[in-house]
C-alpha cells in the first residue's frame, strides 16, 4: 500500500531547512506520496523547486488560512489551530483523485517539524482502519501513548484531557485510506476546541476504540517525536535592515 504523507507547510525562516529535513526522511520510505500543502494563496517557488529536486513522488497544493484565522507573532501557539484548512485540502484531493489513488492506501498527518522515525512508516503500511501509537516530547510530558490491554486501546495516558475520545497528538496515528473516502465529508474544523483536531476528525469517520489497531510493539515504542524547530533568531539581521544595510541573502534562497 501507498502511504500518504499529508504536511502543511508555512513561509517562515526555517521552513526550507524543515521541508528539507523532511524530504530526506522521505526519500528512504518506498512506496511513498508526498501531499504538501502551502498556507498560501500561490505554491511557492521554494518549495515547488525543492519538490521538483527531491526525488520524491508528490502533489503540490496551496491554500491560505484567512488572516482572521492565522496566529499572531505574539500569540501563543495554541491559541489558533494550523493547518487545517491544509489538511482538508489534501483529504479532498484524494478524494478528487481516485483513478490514480491506492483505495488501500494509508494517510499519516505529519507537520514538517516532527522527527520521524523510519519504522514509523513500515509500523503505518498495513493499517486497515486506524494506527495509533506513542508520540515523544509532546504536551509537556516525554511520552504521550495509548493504553493498551490484551492488545486493544482502553484508553489514553497523557496529562491533559485524557478524557478526549482520541487523546493523540495529529503524529500519533494513520488512517486507511477507506476511511477517507467513505466519509466524504470528514475533515478538520477550524471550529474544533483546542486539543480536539484530531478527536473531531475521527469521530467524524465513525471510529471508536475497538478499530484502532495497537502499532509500535503495543504501542511501548517511540518512533516520532514531537519536536518544534526554534523561532530562527534574526536579531542582527533586522537592525542591519535598519541601518540600510543589504540582507545577509540577497540572491540565496
Ligand atoms: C500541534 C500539533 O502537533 C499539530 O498537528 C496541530 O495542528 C497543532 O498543534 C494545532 O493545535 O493546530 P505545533 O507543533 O504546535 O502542533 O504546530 P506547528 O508545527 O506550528 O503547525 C502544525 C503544521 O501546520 C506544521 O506543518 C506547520 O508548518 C503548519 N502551519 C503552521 C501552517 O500551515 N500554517 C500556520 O500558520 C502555522
Ligand atoms: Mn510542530
Request: proline share 6%; with cysteine; net charge negative.
Amino acid at each position: 500500500p501507498t502511504i500518504f504523507v499529508v504536511t502543511p507547510t508555512h513561509a517562515i525562516p526555517t521552513q526550507k531547512a524543515d521541508l528539507v529535513r523532511l524530504s530526506n526522511t522521505l526519500l528512504h520510505v518506498p512506496n511513498l506520496h508526498w501531499l504538501v500543502v502551502e498556507d498560501a494563496d500561490h505554491k511557492s517557488e521554494l518549495v515547488s523547486r525543492l519538490l521538483r529536486r527531491s526525488g520524491l513522488v508528490y502533489t503540490h497544493l496551496s491554500v491560505a488560512t484567512p488572516p482572521e484565522l492565522k496566529l499572531q507573532p505574539k500569540d501563543p501557539r495554541w491559541k489558533k489551530p494550523r493547518g487545517v484548512l491544509q489538511r482538508n485540502a489534501a483529504l479532498s484531493w484524494l478524494r478528487e483523485n481516485l483513478e490514480i489513488v491506492d483505495a488501500n492506501g494509508v494517510v499519516y498527518f505529519a507537520d514538517d517539524d516532527n522527527t520521524y522515525s523510519l519504522e514509523l512508516f513500515t509500523e503505518m503500511r498495513d493499517i486497515q482502519s486506524v494506527g495509533v501509537w506513542p508520540v515523544g516530547l509532546v504536551g509537556g510530558v516525554m511520552v504521550e501513548r495509548p493504553l493498551v490491554d490484551n492488545g486493544r486501546v482502553t484508553g489514553w495516558l497523557t496529562p491533559w484531557r485524557p478524557d478526549r475520545a482520541f487523546a493523540t497528538d495529529m503524529a500519533g496515528f494513520a488512517v486507511n485510506v477507506r476511511l477517507v473516502l467513505n466519509h466524504p465529508t470528514a475533515s478538520f474544523s477550524i471550529e474544533s476546541q483546542r486539543g480536539f483536531l484530531e478527536t473531531d476528525l475521527l469521530t467524524q469517520m465513525g471510529v471508536t476504540l475497538d478499530d484502532l489497531e495497537v502499532k509500535a510493539d503495543l504501542c511501548t515504542k517511540v518512533l516520532v517525536w514531537h519536536t518544534q524547530t526554534a523561532k530562527a533568531d534574526l536579531k542582527i539581521e533586522k537592525i542591519m535592515e535598519q541601518k540600510g544595510k543589504p540582507a545577509t541573502n540577497v540572491g540565496i534562497e
